[in-house]
């Protein structure tokens, strides 16, 4: 099959390789090569991604720039330690570049409906937040967010620092890189992330290397329907593969680039093996809906709230982090 790959993330760079012998791929991205970045506080599982590297030949380890240890929660009245298993910083633009190295690829082609010739046999919206060949989606939740890359004489985290906001409609982020390199970032439904950033800046000592910034999509698989319209279909972000609990999108993007390898030929499996994959993330972002409405009620929430626990107990190394209630009700009641 002729197959047009339209947005090189995550997504659509781990399927231009997948595809790339059995079909004849073409792949577009509205950067321009010499300005093509991740946005991105690349911040990943290990043991979640490995096998997604080595389905494109690559060694994960390769690409790590800090293991981390602990997870240092800041809740305001105290903070507490997470221990991690596996959470790493990456170098997700070096990744991307290197799976993508096969297909046929137009850079700075900004794509939409009236300026993409669609003469292909089918056609991957793999656009993350803008899905330009899809429907709009109604009651789309989109979470805005600003990050800097701060190189720091004297760093002030030497892990992994996040400030969940109130209601859990954000949090702010410290991911180190190394070499006294950090993504310095926050998203908050309620923008009051600019604002806490520029303090933190402030107080903090820091020289900026860049600033970027894109919203997050939370809204999950589920509603992000339909997966496909006529020979174009999504993969990754563009349709709700992000957990809305923490606004990771790597390895979820990544699965559902894979699901469409395998499902290439039935298009309604592929979309039952979304749903059925990321049914927990309806129920997660059904609960933070709640908090971010000010609706939250415990005995409500009680069953999203163990739900979510058990899905991420049975994961933890997939996530890379320690989970454990007592955790997860601190910053509830923060
Ligand atoms: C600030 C921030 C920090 C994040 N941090 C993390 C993190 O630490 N860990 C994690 O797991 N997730 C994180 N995420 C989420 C994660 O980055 C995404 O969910 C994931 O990258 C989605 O992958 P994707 O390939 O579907 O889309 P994307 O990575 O968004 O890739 C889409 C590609 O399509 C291109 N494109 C867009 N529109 C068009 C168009 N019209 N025409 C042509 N090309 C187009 C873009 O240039 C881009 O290259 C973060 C997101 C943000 C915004």
Redesign the pocket.
């Known amino acids: 099959m002729r197959i047009a790959i339209?947005?090189?993330?995550?997504?659509?760079s781990y399927l231009a390789y997948q595809l790339r012998d059995q079909h004849k791929v073409v792949a577009?991205?509205?950067?321009p090569a010499s300005k093509f970045d991740?946005?991105?506080?690349?911040?990943?599982s290990k043991d979640g991604i490995a096998k997604f590297a080595k389905d494109c030949g690559l060694n994960f380890d390769d690409y790590i720039m800090h293991n981390g240890e602990r997870m240092l929660v800041d809740i305001g009245k105290e903070t507490f330690d997470i221990p991690l298993k596996g959470l790493v910083c990456f170098d997700k633009l070096k990744f991307i570049q290197d799976s993508a190295d096969k297909p046929e690829t137009h850079f700075g082609?900004?794509?939409?409906r009236s300026n993409f010739k669609n003469d292909f046999d089918m056609v991957v919206d793999?656009?993350?937040?803008?899905r330009?060949l899809l429907p709009r989606i109604h009651g789309d939740k989109l979470i805005p967010?600003v990050?800097y890359k701060v190189k720091y004489k004297d760093p002030p985290f030497d892990d992994f620092y996040i400030k969940p906001f109130d209601d859990l409609s954000g949090y702010f982020w410290y991911?180190p890189l190394g070499n006294g390199y950090a993504h310095v970032?926050a998203?908050d439904y309620n923008k009051r992330h600019n604002e806490f950033l520029y303090r933190f800046l402030k107080e903090h000592d820091g020289q900026v290397i860049s600033k970027?910034?894109?919203?997050?999509r939370i809204t999950p698989p589920a509603m992000c329907e339909p997966f496909f319209e006529g020979n174009v279909i999504g993969?990754?972000?563009?349709i709700g593969?992000?957990y809305p609990l923490l606004?990771?999108?790597?390895?979820p993007?990544l699965q559902c680039a894979s699901f469409f390898k395998d499902y290439i030929e039935n298009m309604n499996a592929y979309r039952a093996q979304v749903l059925q994959h990321f049914k927990i993330y309806e129920t997660v972002y059904k609960f933070i809906k709640t908090k971010i409405d000010g609706k939250f009620d415990m005995k409500t929430q009680f069953f999203g709230l163990m739900s979510m626990f058990f899905h991420m107990r049975f994961n933890e190394k997939r996530y890379g982090l320690q989970i454990r209630l007592s955790d997860m009700l601190k910053v509830l009641r923060a």
Request: hydrophobic share 40%; net charge negative; aromatic share 8%.
């Open positions: 339209v947005g090189l993330g995550v997504a659509g577009f991205d509205k950067l991740a946005v991105c506080a690349w911040g990943t082609s900004w794509v939409n793999a656009t993350g937040l803008s330009p967010c990050q991911f970032g998203g970027t910034g894109r919203p997050i993969v990754g972000e563009s593969t992000v606004g990771e999108g790597i390895i993007s």
